[in-house]
């Protein structure tokens, strides 16, 4: 019995949530991206047992036509290569048309990142914004959280409140693939996260008084999730830019997570200890941050050596 394209995909799906625990968000982009492969085959008569690596290649090329970016053409073709070789390792079929296709790569550049001084104007916006404490309290223990840990942002709205408790010095964080860490906390994260703690659970006696669930996370909202999503987080931290005089188009989640790595290895940290706080299954994903510094290091000099100045 001849299974259809949109089955297979949704078989593979749920093969990588199952076995690889990966994260919602790529299932959900491997989803659309395989199913813009599948309409393309549709269109033309194929399938997932006819397409060849000629059919692949052509359906590249008609994504470049339509102007997608280098980076979402790469991702498209990673989908495929891991559809069909999840087909060829079940049996589906006897070869893989896709191993063999170059991708069209990504193009290197180099995160956006922040000055301690901007990173310090937004953490104090973070202690006067909000027109209640419990508000200002969960701020600053965001920001000095996502500072201090370099976390992700999906990492740290989702934290559950059982990492917090006892002061830790160190907080276990679970990543990408359902993979653990342990990050440190600096001083004033410890301080920040005790304030919040001890407000949260405040409200949180409140509604067991009333006879209401009581979350699990550390950031609880009424959100589907059960606490903060990214895109709340996202408009906060533009509000905070705004409100700390940081150019908005600067600050987004990630970048306060570069300007943890990059403000590591300028003062002095080794790649590998960045790694692994910041939970890189691969070195190579790290030594982006060299580059940064290196960058800086030139506009330094050619902003106040002697020689580099104009005559």
């Given at each position: 019995?001849?299974?259809?394209?949109?089955?297979?995909?949704?078989?593979?799906?749920?093969?990588?949530?199952?076995?690889?625990?990966?994260?919602?968000?790529?299932?959900?982009?491997?989803?659309?991206?395989?199913?813009?492969?599948?309409?393309?085959?549709?269109?033309?008569?194929?399938?997932?047992?006819?397409?060849?690596?000629?059919?692949?290649?052509?359906?590249?090329?008609?994504?470049?036509?339509?102007?997608?970016?280098?980076?979402?053409?790469?991702?498209?073709?990673?989908?495929?290569?891991?559809?069909?070789?999840?087909?060829?390792?079940?049996?589906?079929?006897?070869?893989?048309?896709?191993?063999?296709?170059?991708?069209?790569?990504?193009?290197?550049?180099?995160?956006?990142?922040?000055?301690?001084?901007?990173?310090?104007?937004?953490?104090?916006?973070?202690?006067?914004?909000?027109?209640?404490?419990?508000?200002?309290?969960?701020?600053?223990?965001?920001?000095?959280?996502?500072?201090?840990?370099?976390?992700?942002?999906?990492?740290?709205?989702?934290?559950?409140?059982?990492?917090?408790?006892?002061?830790?010095?160190?907080?276990?964080?679970r990543g990408k693939g359902g993979k653990e860490r342990m990050v440190p906390l600096s001083p004033g994260a410890r301080d920040a996260l005790a304030a919040w703690l001890m407000q949260r659970d405040a409200k949180e006696a409140e509604r067991e008084a009333r006879r209401l669930a009581v979350s699990k996370f550390l950031f609880p909202s009424h959100a589907k999730q059960g606490h903060m999503t990214r895109h709340r987080f996202y408009t906060l931290i533009k509000d905070l830019a705004i409100e700390g005089g940081v150019s908005p188009d600067k600050v987004t989640p990630h970048t306060l997570r570069h300007a943890f790595a990059t403000h590591l290895l300028a003062g002095g940290a080794d790649l590998r200890s960045i790694q692994t706080l910041l939970g890189h299954a691969d070195v190579s994903s790290t030594e982006i941050y060299t580059h940064v510094l290196d960058a800086r290091l030139r506009a330094l000099v050619l902003e106040h050596h002697p020689l580099a100045k104009d005559n």
């Open positions: 019995m001849t299974v259809s394209m949109p089955r297979r995909i949704q078989t593979f799906l749920e093969a990588q949530a199952a076995e690889l625990d990966a994260a919602e968000n790529t299932r959900l982009a491997y989803a659309r991206d395989l199913k813009s492969f599948a309409d393309w085959l549709d269109r033309r008569a194929l399938d997932f047992d006819t397409a060849q690596r000629d059919h692949i290649e052509g359906y590249l090329i008609d994504c470049d036509a339509e102007g997608l970016a280098q980076a979402t053409r790469a991702r498209r073709l990673s989908a495929i290569r891991q559809l069909y070789r999840f087909a060829f390792e079940e049996g589906w079929r006897a070869d893989n048309p896709a191993i063999q296709i170059k991708g069209p790569g990504r193009a290197k550049r180099l995160p956006k990142t922040l000055s301690v001084d901007e990173v310090d104007r937004l953490i104090g916006a973070a202690q006067t914004m909000g027109s209640a404490r419990d508000e200002r309290l969960r701020n600053t223990c965001l920001m000095e959280l996502l500072y201090a840990t370099g976390m992700r942002v999906s990492e740290l709205v989702s934290l559950p409140v059982a990492a917090a408790r006892g002061d830790p010095r160190m907080l276990l964080v």
